[in-house]
């Protein structure tokens, strides 16, 4: 295993998008990196020895969000693919922290669910080299949510907030016209859900399903999806616990059929690397496949060994 310094300016480390990490995909001279704590994207370039160069684009400048240009998206995911640039939000509900030691003010926060719209979205971003353009997005009455409404697995899970158990994207890979979104949660019964869409233009900046969205159910063994991305004809899964515990986390291959659901034994599931985590922290996140082949993770809450001097945090980077 190597390490890598990613490089942030002033205002993300303010905003402590560096130790919020929770997407990655390679660009032709960097990375493209998002946090789950803002409604911005970020795009670092390679310096020889470091990312940096780090460029900030608001979301709200290319696609109509829910809520505003302010509220955070919750950005779990990216895909970058045929000439565009892809990003999708948890579409959880989340509950809140407890924040204080007196007993009833610590039950009322754990009674209490918020709805953050941007939460709810999944955009598409036309590039121009590494400018993204004004782009579309799925969202409001087409919202993926909306489609799961009757869905039999997945439908009373929405209502639960996301590190219970509900419904919790944290990972989009795309292949061609179809898009895969990793489910960190709800597993059932130990197995973990993709599901894969179709979509086409609606007009005026929107985005609908181009036809029935597929389910696919992964044997994890209890784990659900923290990130996906492309591997040739395969899909390497970034396996995590869905609830709020430290790990196991590992990296596995998955060859999908196209148009067909699949119910997908441990067998026929490949380990391909167990990734370190830590006690509290240092919790993988967001996986890319490099150009060169090898696999870079980068880490939500990253411990203090990984923040560098220069305000950057290590990555590390794996051969596979």
């Not at 400018?131 to 919202?143: D, M, N, Q, R, W």
Request: net charge negative; charged share 30%; hydrophobic share 35%.
């Amino acid at each position: 295993m190597q390490q890598v310094e990613l490089r942030f300016d002033h205002a993300s480390r303010a905003s402590q998008t560096h130790t919020n990490l929770s997407a990655i995909r390679q660009s032709s001279t960097g990375l493209w990196v998002a946090g789950d704590e803002t409604a911005t994207f970020e795009h670092l370039t390679w310096t020889g020895d470091h990312y940096g160069g780090q460029r900030t684009f608001r979301l709200a400048d290319y696609v109509t969000l829910p809520a505003g240009p302010e509220d955070e998206a919750d950005i779990e995911g990216l895909a970058r693919a045929d000439g565009h640039l892809w990003l999708v939000g948890s579409h959880s509900l989340k509950r809140r922290k407890v924040k204080s030691k007196d007993p009833e003010k610590a039950a009322d926060r754990l009674a209490t669910v918020v709805r953050e719209e941007n939460r709810f979205i999944l955009a598409r971003l036309p590039l121009h080299g590494e400018t993204p353009g004004p782009g579309t997005i799925l969202s409001g009455k087409e919202a993926l949510t909306a489609h799961l409404r009757d869905d039999r697995h997945l439908a009373p899970f929405l209502e639960l907030p996301g590190k219970d158990n509900g419904l919790d994207i944290e990972g989009i890979a795309v292949v061609s016209d179809r898009v895969y979104i990793g489910l960190r949660g709800p597993v059932l019964r130990g197995w973990a859900v993709v599901l894969e869409l179709r979509l086409e233009d609606a007009g005026k900046g929107r985005m609908r399903l181009r036809e029935p969205y597929r389910k696919h159910f992964l044997d994890l063994g209890g784990l659900g999806v923290r990130d996906l991305c492309p591997d040739g004809d395969s899909l390497l899964v970034l396996a995590g616990p869905t609830m709020v515990l430290d790990g196991p986390v590992r990296v596995v291959r998955w060859r999908p059929r196209p148009k067909r659901q699949e119910v997908v034994p441990e067998d026929d599931l490949e380990t391909v690397t167990e990734l370190p985590y830590g006690l509290g922290c240092d919790h993988p996140e967001g996986l890319v496949r490099l150009a060169d082949g090898r696999l870079m993770v980068v880490y939500d809450s990253p411990s203090p060994a990984r923040i560098t001097p220069a305000g950057g945090v290590l990555a590390d980077v794996f051969t596979i």
